[in-house]
DNA sequence: GTGAAGTTTCAAAAAGTACTGAACCAACAA
DNA sequence: TTGTTGGTTCAGTACTTTTTGAAACTTCAC
């Protein structure tokens, strides 16, 4: 395998994987790039190694920087932006665990609660407000799992972790 | 809030929570109903509560059963097949991440390995391997870390994992 | 001011994904 | 054997998401 092929095959995987991630192709892709690039790149250079379209690569861009995933980077005397990747799979991770925590748990843990105040009477709203409950239960459970996970720093999962639930 | 507005509610959020998990809406939706059933369902309760045409109902429920989130029912005498759900969420959460691990972070590391192979010589392959070499073994660490997960019980979730981590 | 270089926005088109419905298959009862 | 009930499959359609490309905007130099 030649460098060109592996650097097409990288950004390729990481695309496939970023779609089921939250994370769309392009954005995938997108990042893939940065990550395997040395230097810092304009979104002109994007656009023409992943061949897409300037509107495509400018609201990418924009979506993995609010994501923590990219960085602009301004060189002195360059009106240009450029972008840099965040290289720490580990950072990488926890942003998307923030994200998708805020976008999705935290609002079905909202929903959860407003169920769990039928008014309505009877067995089966009793017995329908308890599974409510027992779910809601777990999932307050992943929120504050999660929460904990986030503080924690990148060295303690490398290395604590894995030892510690073994 | 009514009894059954709850209902429709909770399997509304449920459809929106699993189309970013991997599961898509009627899927999910499916999932949600026999969650908050306390009986099994038959295919043709399933197509008239959500609406939907049998082959749907069909086909997700197939879906539901491969990732083991919903079991087949036998009843005695009845021809018919009927559905029950998964009840315990930490199955739930354990078998969803069983299902995407093989299919996503598996994939990522046998194509990590093969780039990490690229025969061409020079600075600039050298430092691309380094990058992917370092993805390599972030991506390992996930895939043990999980695996370790996947063998802890319920309860160790519930309980221990939160105070270990503080 | 004017124009050049760059960025942002968004309506329309394309691509991707899920759903329907009808045809088909299987098991059983009459 | 035929009719009935239920399960499965899949081509075509409907729906959703992503991408394009062009116009509008911003910033700065002259």
Redo the contacts with the bound molecule.
Sequence with gaps: MTLQEGKDKFIQSWGALG?SWGI????A?IHALLLISPQAL???DI?EEL????????????ALIDWGLVYKELKAG?????FVAEKDMWEVVKNIIIQRKKKELEPMLKVLDEISSIDEAGPKSEEFVQIIREIKLFSSKADSTLDSLIKADSNWFVGTFMKMIK
Excluded at 24 to 27: L, P, Q, S, Y
Excluded at 51 to 62: E, L, P, V, Y
Excluded at 78 to 82: G, L, Y
């Design positions: 779609s769309n192709r392009t954005m892709q304009s979104a002109e656009m061949k897409i379209s300037r509107g495509n690569a400018n609201m990418n861009i924009r360059e009106r240009k932006e450029f």
